[in-house]
């Protein structure tokens, strides 16, 4: 994938991470052809963003996440 900076606010912060992070038109096409030239590079880059998805975008461990931060302020309170 390849998103401007703006698109991909929130979900990625460094390009090539889990996705290739362009501005301005020429880079834009640039990755977009790396990728497409690329098949190897591209596929890492979406088992990386898989794997994001799972361990932090998942609604199930996200769910879990909160009710600890819950559970520690629980605790913070009491003591």
């Given at each position: 994938?390849?998103?401007?900076?703006?698109?991909?606010?929130?979900?990625?912060?460094?390009?090539?991470?889990?996705?290739?992070?362009?501005?301005?038109?020429?880079?834009?096409?640039?990755?977009?052809?790396?990728?497409?030239?690329?098949?190897?590079?591209a596929a890492?880059?979406?088992?990386?963003?898989?794997?994001?998805?799972?361990?932090?975008?998942?609604?199930?461990?996200?769910?879990?996440?909160?009710?600890?931060?819950?559970?520690?302020?629980?605790?913070?309170?009491?003591?």
């Amino acid at each position: 994938m390849v998103s401007t900076r703006l698109g991909a606010e929130g979900l990625a912060s460094e390009d090539g991470d889990i996705c290739a992070l362009a501005d301005d038109p020429g880079k834009f096409a640039r990755d977009v052809l790396k990728l497409l030239e690329e098949p190897q590079t591209a596929a890492a880059m979406a088992q990386r963003a898989r794997a994001d998805v799972v361990e932090k975008r998942d609604m199930h461990a996200m769910t879990e996440r909160l009710v600890e931060c819950y559970r520690a302020e629980v605790r913070r309170m009491r003591s």
